[in-house]
């Protein structure tokens, strides 16, 4: 009987341990976003870097006007989420997609958190779970360490 309540301890704490190990992320605001050079920026995040790169010809000051939304998908209803970027407005017609880098390596699963984030269907069956019309800070999601 000692055994098996040792043994159910000992489940319940690496339990614990891998749900404390779980980060909420959120798209970056708009101030936390800094110009490294050029066309690319970056920001900090709570588990990982948020990093971005414009595409095409760049002006030196394109600065980060406004969030216009957030993306994750599923290859189906029930998969995996997977966090691909948040898009911003730049000054002008140019937008960055900043992409998350979580400390755990680059291709990592998600559970999108909250109620600014709608379940579209997109091509080839796959789920988009999209963040728009709102302010970056309320697309959060929990990292979901394997």
């Known amino acids: 009987m000692k055994k098996i309540l040792i043994s159910i301890a ?75 970027y948040c898009t911003y407005n730049l000054d002008g017609r140019k937008t960055v997609d900043m992409r998350f880098i979580a400390n755990v390596g680059k291709h990592i699963i998600v559970k999108t958190e909250g109620n600014a984030w709608k379940k579209e269907e997109g091509p080839l069956g796959l789920t988009y779970n999209v963040c728009e019309e709102t302010s970056p800070e309320n697309c959060k999601f929990t990292i979901i360490t394997q």
Do not use: H
């Not at 339990?15 to 976003?33: D, F, H, L, R, V």
């Open 10 to 84: 000992v489940t319940a704490s690496l339990t614990g341990m891998s749900m404390a190990s779980q980060a909420m992320e959120n798209c970056p605001a708009i101030a936390k976003i800094e110009k490294v050079s050029p066309g690319v920026y970056r920001a900090g995040g709570t588990d990982g870097e948020w990093t971005g790169i414009v595409q095409g010809a760049v002006a030196n000051d394109m600065p980060v006007q406004s969030f216009d939304m957030a993306l994750a998908t599923q290859e189906n209803p029930v998969g995996p989420q997977r966090m691909q």
